[in-house]
C-alpha cells in the first residue's frame, strides 16, 4: 500500500476514496405546488430510535433542496436493485426529473418511488453544516418496508449487485 496522503485537497481524489466505500442510494421527493420535486442522496444513515432520525447530506449547491426543505412532509425512498435509470432520472441536472419514474404522493405531500425497498414518511428536523454540505436530520413519521427487495448499491462510481 502507497503511504498516506496528508492533506488531501484534490476533490477528485477524495471522490475516488470516498467511492471505496459502498452505499445505498435514496431518493427524496415532494410536491411543490402540485409538481413533484427530488433529488437523489447516497449519503444516507440511520441515525436514532428515539427519537425516530435518519440524516442525509446535501449539496450546499443544489437548486432542488431550498424546493424540498420547505415543505411539510417528505417522502424517502430507499432504490431498489434495478432502479439506475430511476436514480440516473431523478438525479439529472435538466429537464423533467419524473419523466418515467412511476410515483406517488401521500396525504401530506410526501412523494414516493413505486419499486423501492422503503419508504419513510419525514420532515425535517435539524440541519446542519457539514463543509460543502448540509447535514440534514430527518425526523420519520411512517413507514413502508419491503426488506425481501434488494438495495440498489453505488460503488466506485457504478451501479453493483449484492453477492449472496
Not at 30 to 57: H, I, Q
Not at 86 to 100: I, P, Q
Not at 109 to 131: Q, R
Request: one cysteine or more; aromatic letters at 6%; glycine letters at 10%.
Amino acid at each position: 500500500m502507497s503511504p498516506l496522503v496528508t492533506a488531501p485537497t484534490d476533490p477528485a481524489v477524495l471522490r475516488q476514496a470516498f467511492g471505496c466505500f459502498p452505499s445505498g442510494v435514496t431518493a427524496l421527493c415532494a410536491l411543490d405546488a402540485g409538481t413533484p420535486v427530488g433529488m437523489v442522496a447516497s449519503t444516507f444513515t440511520p441515525v436514532s430510535l428515539r427519537p425516530p432520525l435518519v440524516s442525509v447530506c446535501v449539496q450546499d449547491t443544489s437548486s432542488t433542496w431550498p424546493k424540498l426543505r420547505r415543505q411539510g412532509q417528505l417522502g424517502l425512498s430507499v432504490l431498489a436493485e434495478g432502479q439506475d435509470l430511476v436514480c440516473r432520472s431523478l438525479a439529472g441536472r435538466d429537464g423533467d426529473r419524473f419523466t418515467n419514474v412511476d410515483w406517488e404522493s401521500g396525504e401530506d405531500g410526501g412523494v414516493y418511488i413505486h419499486g423501492a425497498s422503503l419508504w419513510l414518511d419525514c420532515s425535517v428536523h435539524a440541519e446542519l453544516p457539514g463543509g460543502d454540505h448540509t447535514i440534514v436530520l430527518l425526523e420519520i413519521h411512517g413507514l413502508r418496508a419491503d426488506p425481501d427487495r434488494e438495495p440498489l448499491v453505488f460503488h466506485g462510481s457504478r451501479f453493483r449487485r449484492l453477492a449472496s
